[in-house]
């Protein structure tokens, strides 16, 4: 009966997680009005987006692209060092962290900045996450991670709602070039896909609605773990006194 439970509580995951995927990829290719007036687009991974929004390249948005640094970390240090293990559902996890004690001043990360992984497994090339701290934190990046940094044209938080699209993401994996376990998607493949642009307002409009709803279902998920964490520890426990 407990594993009964238990799984009928991973199922909701899955749900939640199938759900929340689908909120995002609607809210950035569509919009968040319930009926928009759409054009078609048919442009790689877009087909269509509403009438008023642009179509672009990646490129278009940004102010500078770069690669992080290449020199060895060590476990102390002045400059914390992101890595892509650091990379997670969108987030920055600040955990098991390297450093270095010297680093190009322009390879300090700033606030709204976007990682992407450009070297990985299949499955791991191209997960994007957004830089919420702040310049004086002093952190920097490892060179299998790329810094993105927006114009005004775009607003980061938004862009990471979009890069981790399953549609966007999946035609960018299909993009990387594959080798041995692993795949590299370079800088200049990635800037040259298309991503769906709505005016700067709408854009944190969008994302101010996807952090609402996904916000509720990380709540909600944390609490179903905790019921599968109580459960799981109630078997052991009845396995026991039996």
């Given at each position: 009966?407990?594993?009964?439970?238990?799984?009928a509580k991973r199922?909701?995951?899955?749900?939640?997680?199938?759900?929340?995927?689908?909120?995002?990829?609607?809210?950035?290719?569509?919009g968040i009005a319930?009926?928009?007036?759409?054009?078609?687009?048919?442009?790689?991974?877009?087909?269509?987006?509403?009438?008023?929004?642009?179509?672009?390249?990646?490129?278009?948005?940004?102010?500078?692209?770069?690669?992080?640094?290449?020199?060895?970390?060590?476990?102390?240090?002045?400059?914390?060092?992101?890595?892509?293990?650091?990379?997670?559902?969108?987030?920055?996890?600040?955990?098991?962290?390297?450093?270095?004690?010297?680093?190009?001043?322009?390879?300090?990360?700033?606030?709204?900045?976007?990682?992407?992984?450009?070297?990985?497994?299949?499955?791991?090339?191209?997960?994007?996450?957004?830089?919420?701290?702040?310049?004086?934190?002093?952190?920097?990046?490892?060179?299998?991670?790329?810094?993105?940094?927006?114009?005004?044209?775009?607003?980061?938080?938004?862009?990471?709602?979009?890069?981790?699209?399953?549609?966007?993401?999946?035609?960018?994996?299909?993009?990387?070039?594959?080798?041995?376990?692993?795949?590299?998607?370079?800088?200049?493949?990635?800037?040259?896909?298309?991503?769906?642009?709505?005016?700067?307002?709408?854009?944190?409009?969008?994302?101010?609605?996807?952090?609402?709803?996904?916000?509720?279902?990380?709540?909600?998920?944390?609490?179903?773990?905790?019921?599968i964490a109580t459960?799981?520890?109630?078997?052991?426990?009845?396995?026991?006194?039996?």
């Amino acid at each position: 009966a407990i594993d009964a439970a238990v799984s009928a509580k991973r199922r909701q995951l899955e749900t939640l997680d199938a759900l929340r995927k689908a909120i995002i990829e609607r809210a950035v290719t569509y919009g968040i009005a319930a009926h928009p007036k759409l054009r078609q687009v048919d442009n790689e991974w877009l087909k269509e987006v509403p009438t008023h929004w642009e179509v672009c390249r990646v490129k278009r948005v940004l102010t500078r692209m770069d690669y992080g640094i290449s020199v060895s970390t060590i476990e102390e240090g002045r400059y914390p060092v992101l890595k892509m293990g650091h990379l997670q559902d969108g987030e920055i996890r600040f955990s098991n962290l390297d450093f270095v004690d010297e680093v190009d001043d322009n390879l300090i990360l700033e606030t709204g900045d976007l990682l992407y992984n450009r070297t990985n497994s299949p499955d791991q090339v191209g997960k994007t996450a957004v830089f919420r701290q702040s310049r004086t934190d002093a952190i920097t990046f490892a060179s299998y991670l790329v810094r993105l940094r927006v114009n005004h044209r775009a607003n980061a938080w938004f862009l990471n709602y979009v890069f981790n699209s399953d549609g966007f993401l999946g035609f960018a994996r299909r993009l990387a070039i594959p080798s041995v376990q692993q795949s590299n998607l370079n800088s200049t493949r990635y800037s040259r896909m298309f991503i769906p642009l709505p005016p700067v307002r709408e854009q944190e409009t969008i994302r101010a609605y996807l952090d609402e709803k996904t916000g509720e279902m990380t709540r909600i998920v944390a609490d179903i773990e905790s019921q599968i964490a109580t459960l799981t520890a109630y078997r052991k426990s009845l396995i026991h006194e039996c």
